[in-house]
């Protein structure tokens, strides 16, 4: 009688974290939707030539995702046209993208290319997008479709 007490009390505590988080995902509370650009102002990028620091009141949504800007008037900018604006790949490093791989970029690690914002883990792939912007761009696109829902490496 004893054993079978205890592999019904494992059996109980080990179902516990799936019951707490049955009862999360059903009290309403949102999953926190990621934060693009760690906070960096992406229309910055296209008015100021470099990255700068979003404010926490000057938050919006886009694509399933916050951004934030560094003033109200470029939170207009990016409400009236965010495909202008937004990063591509939705903030991902870019050179990965088109690697096949879904990294997060750091957001001093930038260029813009035919209008269009792009990001990078690091300087190297900065260096791969203007060696070569039309095979890294064609890669991340195609890549891109099957990477858009995948998990952050």
């Not at 409400?79 to 870019?94: E, F, H, L, T, V």
């Amino acid at each position: 009688a004893m054993i079978g007490r205890r592999a019904c009390l494992a059996v109980w505590l080990v179902g516990l974290p799936v019951v707490a988080l049955i009862a999360r995902a059903q009290s309403g509370q949102p999953t926190p939707l990621r934060l693009v650009l760690k906070g960096y102002d992406p229309v910055a990028y296209f008015t100021d030539s470099k990255p700068i620091a979003g404010r926490p009141e000057y938050e919006t949504t886009f694509d399933g995702a916050r951004y934030r800007f560094a003033s109200s008037a470029h939170l207009d900018l990016f409400k009236a046209d965010p495909d202008r604006y937004a990063p591509q790949y939705a903030g991902s490093c870019a050179a990965a993208v088109a690697a096949g791989r879904k990294v997060e970029a750091e957001p001093e690690n930038w260029l813009i290319v035919d209008g269009k914002l792009f990001v990078f883990a690091g300087p190297v792939g900065v260096e791969k997008m203007r060696a070569n912007p039309a095979d890294t761009i064609a890669n991340g696109q195609e890549h891109w479709k099957t990477l858009v829902d995948a998990p952050y490496r």
